[in-house]
């Protein structure tokens, strides 16, 4: 194992020099900042991935912030290692089923070892281990996988002496999966399902009984219903407006079976980070696609629970995999497509796989030797076919990682539907000074996807860096920002053009112009969930002209009721920096009352309202003083 995992890391190599790419600078935004004002607390409890923030996730970033964001190797590094930690843990629990199967030695040895090296090796992870923020999904990972051994060996224990002590270390174990894993990433919750499932196909058998059907029942099953139950409940708000719980479902039964396409049979022209081109199916008809997939999924769902007996691991794989796509990859209105889901869901699969190798070779002590001997030599012959198909296709893809610029350009010939994978090429060109490249690339979205402000905000962005990039004209720019459709780019693109602006880059944009341009997002109705952010981009604007009294007046735009607390406190600056200190103060006590109870908001950022708030008191108390004199 030692070998196979210097091996792994040898291969692994050309990734570690890759970049940040996508959602690792909105992630990651502000740890700089933290880290040099010595306040990584406020950084830790302020994720915007999700309500809960994820702070055990961004602890492990806020460790690592002297890098940001200069140097991504480390953050890799630590990915990295985290994998390979998972992989020894998956060891360990294959390693434990193989023992309460009571299997001879070498078959748990092989069971284990064989999983290890499949999972550890395998292409689709590529994305999960290498996209720095998806550490997120590692470290879950970790916390679920703990949560599982913690449960087999307590099993496996009681077993053989049966005692409540091992009910207690099993439940301990699942407490820490779900405080810790869920505040790394909340799918941590579906743990406790995926276990249930390898309770019921593979355990049971041999080691169940009612007491733990009641603790699989109440420590595994119950947590994620609950879950899964308050979440339909709250439909409402986890719908997005492009597609509906019942078109998700319907695309995401597509999407599921391009995932198992892609665990058994990874090719490199398969596996790609930019699937933000994947079709939405409205009706089951619509397509022959969507009646194929969800055919299939009935049909093996079936096909599992009738040979769930002969056919345990076969069973156990598949809805291992199913329950562990329950919270992305069903009704709610996440994004469609992501590799980095099937971290998880995939070594069910693989388990499944080798799992079923092994025991159709332990039922063979019955058949002749010619028999025995051609079933070993096609066991092993499929076993090594996946191992080594995997290493090479793993060698293959992970040179792709080793630049954003190798990432995009592969990403254009094997996503040619994705709009991001564009975008995030032309950034990449731009990035390195190639602005011709850049300036073709923009051209090609403004034909296949037209009507995106980002395309747009992209092209000015460029301008600024060439002046030979020609602009669209001024009223088709101020058409495209006041009515465009929504594009996750445009923000970023803004914000970039304003640091050039600060630093005295692109003066043929005036500042009047750029705050002209962004009170029409500001305006844009398909930008509201970014409202608050291009208003903040506008008060940032008229502050750094030192219009003081403006930048207040920005901030009004956005209504405080649905104002977070970073916001508030920025409000409140600029009304100080404006001279307004009562409304400062008066605008701080809101805040105060607001967000004092939501101690996740608050602990983070309570030093810095009320030392806000002291140099504000401080100020009109000089004020007053000099009055008096």
Not at 121 to 128: D, E, G, K, V
Not at 579 to 607: C, M, T
Request: proline share 4%.
């Amino acid at each position: 194992m030692i070998l196979i995992t210097i091996v792994y890391y040898w291969i692994s190599l050309p990734g570690l020099a890759g970049g940040f790419i996508l959602d690792d600078q909105p992630n990651l935004e502000g740890l700089d900042q933290a880290y040099a004002n010595h306040q990584l607390s406020q950084f830790i409890f302020s994720g915007i991935a999700s309500e809960l923030g994820r702070p055990i996730s961004l602890f492990s970033f806020a460790l690592q912030a002297e890098h940001w964001p200069s140097n991504p190797y480390p953050f890799k590094l630590a990915s990295l290692c985290i994998h390979i930690a998972n992989a020894y843990l998956v060891y360990v629990c294959c390693y434990l089923i193989g023992q309460i199967k009571n299997w001879p030695q070498r078959s748990i040895f092989l069971f284990a070892g064989t999983v290890f090296s499949l999972w550890l090796f395998h292409p689709l992870n590529i994305s999960t281990v290498f996209y720095v923020v998806q550490r997120m999904v590692l470290l879950a990972g970790f916390f679920s996988l703990l949560g599982v051994i913690s449960f087999l060996w307590s099993i496996k224990h009681y077993q053989q002496r049966p005692s409540k002590f091992y009910l207690v270390i099993a439940t301990l174990g699942m407490a820490i999966t779900y405080v810790l894993g869920i505040l790394s990433k909340e799918n941590a919750i579906l743990t406790g399902l995926m276990l249930s499932v390898l309770y019921v196909f593979l355990l049971r058998k041999q080691c169940g009984n009612k007491l733990w059907d009641a603790w699989v029942i109440i420590f595994g099953i119950l947590p994620s219903l609950l879950v899964l139950g308050y979440l339909c409940l709250h439909i409402a708000q986890h719908t997005r407006p492009d597609f509906g719980p019942f078109e998700r479902l319907l695309t995401e039964s597509v999407i599921l079976q391009d995932y198992l396409d892609k665990i058994l049979l990874p090719t490199p022209r398969k596996l790609n980070i930019f699937n933000d081109g994947f079709p939405v199916y409205k009706n089951l008809f619509d397509s022959t696609a969507t009646i194929i997939s969800v055919s299939f999924w009935l049909a093996l769902s079936a096909l599992a629970l009738i040979l769930r007996k002969r056919a345990a691991f076969f069973a156990f794989g598949v809805f291992w995999f199913l329950s562990g796509h329950l919270l992305e990859s069903s009704i709610f209105g996440l994004e469609l497509y992501f590799e980095h889901r099937n971290y998880l869901p995939s070594l069910g699969i693989l388990i499944g796989i080798v799992g079923t190798v092994i025991e159709l070779n332990l039922k063979a002590i019955d058949f002749s030797n010619t028999t025995k001997k051609w079933l070993n030599y096609a066991s092993t012959g499929l076993l090594f076919s996946l191992a080594t198909g995997y290493v090479l296709i793993y060698g293959a893809e992970i040179s792709t990682w080793r630049s954003p610029g190798a990432l995009a350009i592969s990403a254009l010939t094997e996503r040619p539907e994705s709009i991001r994978a564009y975008q995030d090429a032309a950034s990449s060109f731009t990035n390195a000074g190639d602005f011709a490249h850049a300036s073709l690339i923009l051209q090609s979205v403004e034909k296949k996807w037209p009507g995106f402000p980002g395309t747009y905000s992209q092209i000015i962005l460029l301008h600024c860096f060439d002046k030979h990039v020609t602009l669209p004209n001024h009223s088709a720019i101020e058409q495209r920002l006041a009515s465009g459709r929504f594009d996750r780019g445009t923000i970023d693109a803004w914000h970039q053009i304003l640091d050039l602006k600060k630093n005295g880059i692109c003066p043929d944009l005036t500042w009047a112009y750029y705050q002209e341009l962004v009170e029409l997002l500001i305006n844009n109705k398909n930008y509201g969930s970014q409202k608050d952010d291009f208003v903040v981009l506008l008060a940032l604007s008229f502050n750094a002209n030192r219009q003081f009294n403006e930048a207040a007046a920005a901030l009004d735009k956005f209504p405080e009721n649905r104002a977070t607390l970073d916001f508030l406190i920025l409000k409140a600056q600029f009304y100080a920096m404006a001279g307004k200190k009562q409304e400062s103060l008066h605008i701080l006590e809101r805040a105060k009352n607001k967000f004092s109870n939501n101690l996740k908001v608050w602990l983070p950022r309570q030093d810095q309202l009320e030392r806000l708030q002291k140099q504000v008191l401080d100020s009109v108390k000089t004020e007053q003083g000099k009055v008096e004199r």
